[in-house]
């Protein structure tokens, strides 16, 4: 029996969040619980089992399969979450078109990378294999969040252009295919006299077995042999994310993703998912995009634009070209059941599920009480080196790796909003007529008609002198900016925020967070590494400059090109430079000083990209023989007093803080047997990456109560009806009343963005666009006039419809098909 969920159902269903702060909340701080043991389960089944026996407490696999799905929800044992941010994408390598072992990859040709989006029915693997817990997905865009809602005309016409037409995928395959030198043998391609064999990677933990399955079978109708790799996280990573692709070790990979919050903007996702600037892995380094598609994207990541109709446009030529680059296929958008123990919460991400939240460490609880042990079963864990510059990007590591952290401020898992953490206010200053709006109270919005930066603004670093350059050196003729943020951290920052070594943060951990940010992408540094160059060049197009007003109470400025939609976005951006949360996790000066000793030595490599090119080891700070050597470069420290960057750090760092650091992380080490510090609720106690197991203790010394991100309301996800006349008059035109409800009662008209409709005639011709006009709150008008009546050609036609909520960044839609007369 196939459980089929509808988007609308689930969403209503979805499960509210909320925690009854008892009394003793007052006293408790950081984790409500004492302990969180991580082990390695990769077989969803077994895992449900284990939870039911009580060995484990949580899975952060989000479930899609329809059997599982109906066992969890029958099981009183078992409770569970759901979300909408879980994706799956079919990664192609592009490197060729002859590998290095003189073998033909097909998949360098970006015409036959394209043909694959035909060749592939994106609804049979959303029905079929997913049981309904799924949508088809065409593009980098999430179907769940707010973007696709806003150009789902534009994308809506992408989607039909490229809909299942598997005779056309033959066509254009077999035409690019012989221009390559391949000839169709008794029905399979050979080249040199040699079968063309394609090297698919198949993840079979969970559906994507059955994905790849069917993948590889229309592959085969094509005329390819497919050798079918069936492949485990921890076996598969070292090929398509770590490996060279030109050795010609893999050709395809059934690629699964988790966002990591509601993304209100998903416009960095053509630049993270199809340029250089994505990650420093060799996978990467080897995106060749067209330059017109790569300036798109880099604009797009960059905020760089003024209004929203070019915002619009770039969006409108980045999703086609997209499509023509076609590094990977976008397959569906998953429906995630979240399965744990019914007597253990945690704040779930509506977008990202449990295993990408940012805040589970801060909210996981049992019985709503204090104390005690959780046990969460990871689907793959360990897999790759942890260190905060250039360390692991696996979903599952990052989810521990979270728990051991915090960063300034923290995404609301149900809107996406940015809340303040360790931040107490932010004022945004944007040039007018900018598209920019805010939702909370923690940021004050500003509209001016310019912004000047001032002269003494650090703009650029210089690597040999180991200095930043002023706006005043470099930009003699002045320099202005879109944006301007001033940040405000909290008074206590530097007094109660402790590192788990028990050293206290400071404005050395600020400031080399924010070096780090320009120095590795320097020739001139001796930790430079060519993979941190595309992320860096692409931020400086934007990056105007920052300026530290004031050190205690921490206060600083941000100028920037940058525009984003949502005020709090921008503010992100300005803590992020500041804050000491790197790219891969938490990083305390006198723990990166170590990492930076080693790399300047050439023993160990922040990035697996240099790692390879040094022909050393990817840097580790958690096991294997990277602590060898961490160690022996943190007691040369501790004897030379060695403070990195010393002409900036030296003005603020004393010779008794450098001492006392590294004395503190000595000690650690004694005791933990790691380097791995963060400031979070929870800290590494052990992991041993043999049995796969990470165990997290509660950080006493954590500052803030334990209720601080407690008491979630249910998110008001908005449910649609579409209600209107099945017959429509060319000459009359025809109104439809739009409702748009939760939990059955109206929504109000102040909470909703937008509403727009689309009209496409029998033949999927998009005819008009527009917004629904609000009559009251829960209603609004769709008006066809006579005129637009008339534009739609006589026969069945659909209106399709898009709902954006402001209060939860979760679209709603809906539909209505009418027959049009004369």
């Known amino acids: 029996m196939k459980v089929r969920i509808s988007r609308i159902v689930l ?48 899975y952060t696999l989000g ?44 998949f360098a040709v970006p015409a036959i990378r394209e043909a694959l989006n035909w060749l592939i029915d994106r609804d049979y693997i959303s029905a079929e294999v997913f049981g309904g817990l799924g949508v088809a997905r065409y593009t980098p865009l999430n179907t769940a969040f707010p973007d696709y809602a806003r150009y789902a005309d534009v994308i809506r016409q992408l989607e039909l252009k490229y809909a299942y037409d598997p005779a056309k995928a033959k066509e254009v395959i077999t035409a690019e295919m012989q221009k390559l030198g391949a000839a169709l043998v008794n029905g399979k391609w050979t080249y040199k006299g040699e079968q063309v ?30 050798d079918r790799q069936y492949k485990t996280s921890a076996e598969a990573a070292p090929l398509w994310n770590a490996g060279d692709p030109k050795l010609g070790q ?55 634009f003024s209004t929203a109709d070019e915002r619009r446009e770039l969006f409108a030529q980045a999703l086609e070209m ?115 709006m805010k939702s909370l109270d923690w940021v004050d919005l500003t509209f001016v008609k310019e912004i000047k930066v001032p002269g003494d603004t650090w703009v650029d670093w210089d690597a040999k002198n180991q200095q930043f350059i002023p706006a005043a050196q470099k930009y003699p003729e002045g320099l202005s900016a879109k944006t301007k943020v001033v940040v405000h951290f909290a008074k206590n920052l530097f007094t109660d925020v402790k590192w788990h070594d028990g050293s206290t943060l400071s404005m050395g951990d600020i400031l080399l967070r924010l070096i780090l940010s320009f120095d590795r992408a320097k020739p001139e540094s001796a930790i430079y590494d060519e993979s941190a160059v595309p992320d860096f060049e692409a931020f400086m197009q934007t990056f105007k400059g920052v300026r530290i007003i004031q050190t205690n109470p921490l206060v600083v400025e941000y100028y920037t090109d940058t525009v984003a939609l949502d005020a709090e976005y921008v503010a992100e951006d300005a803590v992020y430079l500041f804050w000491p949360y790197m790219a891969q996790g938490p990083a305390s000066w006198h723990a990166l000083a170590l990492g930076i000793k080693a790399e300047t030595a050439k023993e160990l490599a922040f990035s697996k990209s240099k790692a390879d090119l040094l022909k050393v080891e990817w840097m580790n700070y958690i096991a294997g023989p990277s602590l060898n050597i961490l160690n022996r470069h943190m007691e040369a420290a501790l004897a030379e007093t060695y403070l990195p960057y010393a002409g900036i750090l030296g003005k603020y760092v004393s010779a008794d803080e450098i001492t006392a650091r590294y004395n503190n992380i000595k000690n650690w080490y ?153």
């Not at 399969?65 to 799956?88: H, M, R, T």
């Not at 007597?343 to 104390?371: C, F, K, Q, Y």
């Open 322 to 436: 997209a499509f023509k680059d076609s590094v990977r296929i976008w397959l569906n958008d998953r429906i995630s059941i979240w399965p744990r123990s019914a007597n253990v919460t945690m704040a779930t991400d509506v977008g990202a599920g449990m295993s990408a939240s940012w805040i589970w460490g801060l909210t996981i609880r049992r019985d709503e009480g204090i104390g005690g042990k959780v046990s969460i079963g990871n689907t793959g864990m360990l897999v790759e080196p942890w260190n905060p510059v250039a360390g692991t990007n696996w979903l599952y590591d990052n989810m521990i790796i979270r728990g051991t952290g915090e960063t300034g401020v923290m995404p609301d898992p149900f809107t996406g909003l940015y809340r303040p953490q360790r931040v107490e206010k932010a004022e945004v200053y944007h040039l007018e007529g900018l598209p920019v």
């Open 670 to 822: 004694a005791s933990k047997r790691h380097f791995w510090l963060g400031t979070g609720a929870l800290y590494l106690d052990q992991v041993r990456t043999v049995e796969k197991i990470a165990v997290l203790k509660r950080f006493e010394a954590f500052p803030d109560a334990a209720d601080k991100w407690a008491g979630f309301s249910s998110p008001p996800i908005a449910s649609v009806q579409v209600v209107g006349a099945n017959q429509v008059r060319r000459s009359a035109g025809a109104n439809f009343t739009v409702n748009v409800t939760f939990d059955g009662e109206p929504y109000a008209v102040k909470d909703v963005d937008f509403v727009k409709y689309m009209v496409f005639d029998s033949r999927d011709n998009l005819v008009l666009v527009d917004e629904a006009t609000a009559v009251k709150d829960g209603e609004w008008r769709i008006s066809l006039s006579a005129a637009d009546a008339a534009k739609i050609p006589i026969g069945t036609a659909r209106i399709e419809l898009a709902v954006s909520p402001i209060a939860v960044s979760i679209p709603a839609f809906g539909n209505i098909q009418f027959v049009v007369l004369p």
């Open 11 to 58: 969403l209503v269903v979805m499960l509210s969040f909320i925690v009854s702060a008892g009394s003793s909340a007052a006293v408790r701080t950081g984790a409500w619980v004492d302990e969180v043991v991580f082990v390695e389960e990769t077989d969803p089944n077994k895992a449900i089992a284990r939870i039911e026996a009580g060995e484990l407490d949580i």
């Open 250 to 304: 893999w050709h395809l990979y059934t690629g699964g993703w988790t966002s990591t919050l509601v993304n209100r903007d998903l416009a960095d996702n053509f630049s993270f998912f199809h340029t250089k600037r994505g990650m420093a892995s060799p996978l990467w380094m080897a995106y060749e995009p067209d330059p017109t598609f790569d300036k798109v994207a880099e604009r797009l990541s960059n905020g760089d």
């Open 197 to 226: 064999t394609l090297i698919f990677l198949i993840r079979p933990e969970d559906e994507r077995r059955q994905v790849g399955d069917y993948i590889a079978s229309q592959l085969e109708t094509v005329g390819f042999v497919v």
């Open 63 to 106: 479930i899609a399969q329809a059997d599982l799905v109906k066992q969890i929800q029958s099981s009183p044992k078992l409770d569970y979450e759901i979300s909408f941010g879980s994706y799956n994408e079919l990664t192609l390598n592009p490197a060729g078109p002859i590998f290095d072992n003189g073998k033909l990859n097909p």
